[in-house]
């Protein structure tokens, strides 16, 4: 039964690192690259639609919106200083540290606009349920349930629409899309702000089953999403999905069985082994065999 | 030479080492977010070796050395079907599997009066040595300014013989290297175990200097400011990490008014730089002009 | 001397060699041709290891080459070069024989020769392709290779460069390393090799 209680736990805070995971795997799949700023863009568009809340009073729909908004521009503004000057087939690592000093930099201007250092963040749903002995809070249900449709949505846009059939045909090749038309830098610019939004739909709703934002949520949102995406298998989507829930379901029985402290130290235990025994995560070896059929090519 | 002027110089030769140990591994083609570990390690090793056993520093500090070099060397064989992206998150989960061990072990003691000790997320405090031998920071700045010097003539030198350079071929075109006959693993795995023995040693000068140290500063954060050092001084040369460390560390902490604004302004600098010299200042490039200019040869 | 025997290879479900057999001689010289897709450059690259054949074997004399890496093989001295120039692009040239100094200073004529000596302190960018070409054959017979693999070397050659390359190679591969030119075009081919072979798509070598 308590084990029942963690994984159910495990499972709804799970479908939050999914969802971050997706974010990451859509850029990573664009580019073949790692924003590092990821995080940091989530952190600093909550904690400036906090400021505009607290200037003009716009409301929780107001928050949501103003994240939503300037998730997606900050992204963008990434994307034009640390990967459209890197977009060759070498820049991986420049691209990749650039995004880290943009990490620092944004985690500093969030923490101007964080003077107290926490700030509440609006929560809504704060009810919780018992089922058969079970204890579950409202809101994390909700964020599940929430997860679960965006999720659809995502794969929706990026399977049923043109937009996403642009979008996976630049990640396939993106010098072959470039000679049948498609403006790839386009397309990748249009990749990167739906990652802001999705992900900044995420963080909302994350934060406020937290009802607090912390300046370390930008470094907590970039290693989930790393580590559940490379725990399904890099570039994987569905494997996105399953890292995030499988890890919410390691973390959950960890806390619960050794203890909060040992938390953190399991999953990264984890991410090793996985990372030694089968580098391409969860959902298979799909993406290393391809990277190294790749290089074969000479 | 003022206290903070002092205190800035000692921690841009601290930070050099760190550097320098990113810069290695970046040589032979690859990136580690986990050197902090090896920064910790080697700390960590110098304080339960001087504070616990009264092991004289030189040899806590070698010992220590050796230590991170052959747990750098298990890193690089763990790891070794792992390159890229794969092997950059290996390091950081070794790198924060590391830290966040320090946070569970507790050994306190005390020594003179003092408490000391482990201390899990407290800290391992009263390291002693400046105090017991009445050495003043700036001695201290000379012994580190001394070590480190040895360390980048000894890179220099190095960069001259087929070490290097077959290195840095390993690093920049495997297929090539591999058509050259050159044999990539060995050169791979001892990179990254020297990198490790040279953070290593960095760390154990630090936990001299500060007397204190906790696992907290241990943590990702250094790991990837000192991959930005290098990457942004360049990878040419042993100084292009120096020069990482001095613009951030020297610059911007040193003028007071900008300090507060530091990452703000050094992360976008950093950005912007590498859109302009994405092998960093001194790339391997101008690196061979320099090098054109003094040696040469016939021909 | 190496020989490949009953090699198949294919790549997702495209079968590029069915039942592969190919014989090379100490001193041949021989040429290979084909259209695209023919599989010229996916024999280079099984023959030097950086591919593995799905079936059939691949032997040097005794030894069979399947179980080594690329690495091991060129150290046998089975050299190549590549159909993209594969230079170092922070190496001035001189610096890129990765030979010993003394080899360098031994085989001084032959550089000069190659016409080459005088960007030896050039970076690859700053160099014509022609010269970049046999900067990349100069580095594979300084090391004394037994077995010279060349991928479209001729490329981006005009006629008189043409000329003068294969003067070049008659003049310059040693009688006891054999060599083996895949090209598009066979010019090179015919005055330089003494057997040339024809790739065609699904059916076994052909001397043309």
């Known amino acids: 039964m308590e084990f029942l209680q963690t994984c159910i736990d495990g499972l709804l805070f799970g479908s939050a690192y999914s969802l971050l995971a997706l974010s990451f795997s859509l850029l990573f799949g664009v580019m073949k690259r790692i924003n590092l700023a990821f995080g940091s863009t989530l952190l600093l568009s909550a904690v400036f639609s906090l400021w505009i809340d607290s200037v003009f009073s716009i409301g929780i729909f107001g928050i949501f919106l103003v994240m939503l908004g300037s998730s997606a521009l900050i992204n963008i503004y990434v994307e034009k200083l640390c990967f459209f000057p890197h977009r060759g087939n070498y820049g991986a690592t420049v691209s990749m540290i650039a995004s880290f000093a943009i990490w620092m930099q944004l985690d500093e201007l969030s923490s101007f606009l964080l003077p107290e250092r926490t700030a509440s963040f609006p929560s809504f749903l704060p009810d919780s349920l018992f089922l058969i002995d079970i204890f579950i809070r409202i809101d994390q249900l909700f964020l599940f349930f929430i997860a679960i449709f965006m999720t659809c949505i995502f794969f929706y846009v990026l399977y049923k629409t043109n937009y996403g059939l642009l979008l996976r045909g630049v990640s396939f090749d993106r010098e072959l899309a470039k000679k049948i038309g498609v403006n790839s830098n386009k397309i990748t610019s249009f990749a990167f702000a739906f990652s802001g939004i999705f992900g900044a739909i995420a963080a909302f709703l994350i934060l406020s089953t937290e009802s607090q934002v912390t300046p370390f949520f930008g470094f907590w949102c970039t290693l989930k999403g790393l580590v559940a995406m490379m725990l399904g298998g890099i570039g994987s989507l569905p494997g996105a999905i399953i890292g995030g829930l499988v890890l919410g379901l390691i973390e959950s029985n960890v806390i619960n069985y050794l203890g909060a402290e040992y938390r953190d130290i399991c999953t990264y235990l984890i991410l090793l082994f996985i990372l030694v025994v089968k580098p391409g995560g969860l959902m298979g070896s799909a993406i290393l065999r391809d990277e190294r059929a790749a290089s074969e090519r000479i | ?299 | 001397m190496l020989e490949l025997k009953s090699v198949r290879k294919s790549f997702g479900g495209i079968n590029v060699f069915e039942e592969l057999s190919f014989n090379l001689e100490k001193g041949d010289r021989v040429g290979l041709t084909g259209g695209n897709g023919t599989g010229k450059s996916t024999l280079i690259n099984l023959a030097t290891g950086f591919l593995l054949p799905d079936e059939g074997e691949i032997n040097l004399g005794n030894t069979s080459l399947l179980s080594l890496d690329p690495w091991q093989i060129a150290r046998l001295g089975i050299r190549r070069n590549f159909q993209s120039v594969r230079l170092s692009n922070s190496l001035i040239l001189r610096d890129q024989f990765f030979v010993p100094e003394k080899k360098v200073v031994d085989n001084l004529e032959m550089i000069e020769v190659s016409g080459i000596k005088g960007f030896l302190n050039r970076f690859p960018s700053e160099c014509p392709l022609p010269i970049l070409r046999k900067m990349e054959v100069l580095r594979a017979l300084l090391s004394s290779p037994s077995v010279l693999f060349l991928d479209e070397p001729s490329a981006g050659f005009s006629y008189g460069e043409l000329e003068e390359f294969s003067e070049f190679l008659i003049n310059y591969v040693p009688d006891n390393t054999s060599l083996v030119i895949v090209e598009h075009r066979t010019e090179l081919m015919e005055r330089v090799c003494t057997k040339n072979w024809g790739l065609f798509l699904n059916e076994p070598l052909r001397m043309i």
């Not at chain 2, 200097?209 to 500063?217: D, F, H, Q, R, V």
């Not at chain 2, 610059?251 to 900008?258: A, D, G, K, N, W």
């Not at chain 2, 600098?269 to 391997?284: D, K, N, Q, R, T």
């Open chain 2, 1 to 299: 030479m003022s206290l903070y002027l002092i205190t800035v110089l000692t921690n841009v030769c601290l930070f050099s080492f760190i550097a320098l140990s990113a810069y290695l591994i970046l040589i032979v083609g690859e990136v580690s977010f986990g050197q902090q570990a090896f920064f910790g390690v080697g700390a960590y090793s110098l304080a339960i070796f001087y504070v616990y056993f009264d092991f004289s520093v030189v040899f806590s500090i070698l010992f220590g050395m050796t230590i991170c070099f052959f747990l750098a060397l298990l890193l690089s064989l763990i790891t070794i079907k792992l390159s890229g992206l794969y092997f950059a998150m290996a390091t950081l989960a070794f790198a924060e599997i590391f830290r966040l061990s320090m946070n569970l072990i507790r050994f306190p003691i005390e020594k003179e009066d003092r408490a000391t000790g482990l201390n899990g997320p407290e800290g391992f405090e009263n390291i002693r040595w400046i105090f017991e031998n009445n050495i003043d920071p700036l001695g201290f700045f000379y012994i580190t300014l001394i070590i480190l010097s040895i360390l980048v003539i000894f890179l220099f030198v190095l960069e001259r013989s087929f070490v290097m350079k077959n290195a840095r071929i390993v690093g920049k075109d495997l297929i090539l290297a591999q058509s050259l006959g050159i044999s990539p693993r060995p050169y791979r795995v001892f990179f990254i175990g020297a990198a490790g023995a040279i953070s290593g040693l960095g760390g154990g000068l630090f936990a001299l200097a500060n007397t204190y140290i906790e696992p907290a500063m241990f943590g990702m954060m250094l790991g990837v400011h000192s991959l930005a050092y290098t990457i942004i001084g360049g990878l040419g040369l042993p100084i292009g990490p120096l020069l990482g460390v001095l613009i951030d560390i020297g610059i911007l902490e040193s003028i007071r008014f900008l300090s507060e604004y530091r990452m703000i302004i050094f992360g976008g600098l950093v950005a912007i730089i590498l859109i302009f010299y994405p092998e960093g200042i001194i790339s391997p490039r101008i690196a061979s002009r320099l090098k054109r200019l003094f040696f040469k040869k016939g021909l």
